[in-house]
């Protein structure tokens, strides 16, 4: 724990924060439905700039710097109906996400503001039919059926005196998932990807699990790009 402390001292610890700002159910029974990617008639794109969903995640640290950003969805445009089975948590949340191991690179700090380069990866997103995601496991938010997966290039965060980042994602795959008889597909609600625009506290946690015992606490809204 010691040597994680002094890992995480100053900088460090405000750049593991950020990170999280890389990324950026229902109330009635649901199950996905895997098909083809552009099988999802109902479904109109919706506008450029408009919101797709809303997030509420946290960043889990490992003792070598290396980072996942997981959480889950609270709205998803342009679905009605609740994302949860029951009161709104990460356990009852029907659609839950999860980013591949990424890592910062420092760059000069521009007087008061700390600046890194978040590495280039993936942003998935699950269906849960039985919700169980749980803050102790971060894995258990990259459980059920996978529905889409956003790349994003490499980065630029800001560290401080804010902790803020945004950037553009593509949208790499996508699966059909079906709701209330209803069909949804993220290649016809937003199929050239998304922006991310996201703010996390600075205030480090020593909760996570052994394998990456230190969190910072966050939320952050993704939204349509247009077409090329």
Do not use: C
Request: aromatic residues 12%; negative net charge.
């Amino acid at each position: 724990m010691r040597i994680l402390r002094t890992l995480l001292d100053r900088k460090l610890a405000i750049t593991l924060l950020a990170l999280a700002l890389v990324f950026a159910g229902w109330q009635s029974p649901a199950h996905a439905q895997e098909s083809m990617a552009n099988a999802a008639p109902k479904t109109q794109q919706i506008p450029a700039g408009r919101t797709v969903w809303h997030h509420v995640g946290r960043l889990f640290v490992n003792a070598t710097g290396g980072f996942v950003w997981v959480g889950y969805l609270v709205h998803i445009d342009p679905i009605d109906g609740s994302l949860f089975d029951g009161s709104p948590s990460e356990s009852t949340a029907y659609f839950t996400f999860s980013t591949d191991q990424a890592q910062l690179t420092p760059l000069p700090n521009n007087n008061d503001v700390a600046l890194d380069l978040v590495s280039a990866g993936t942003f998935s997103v699950y269906y849960n039919a039985t919700p169980s995601a749980n803050w102790s496991d971060p894995a258990s938010f990259s459980k059920g059926k996978l529905i889409a997966r956003f790349n994003r290039k490499e980065s630029l965060v800001q560290l401080s005196p804010v902790a803020f980042h945004d950037l553009s994602e593509t949208l790499g795959w996508s699966s059909n998932f079906e709701f209330d008889g209803q069909t949804y597909n993220f290649n016809r609600i937003t199929p050239n990807g998304v922006t991310f625009t996201q703010f996390v506290s600075t205030a480090q946690q020593f909760d996570g699990p052994a394998n990456y015992p230190v969190t910072f606490s966050g939320a952050g809204t993704a939204f349509a790009v247009g077409a090329q």
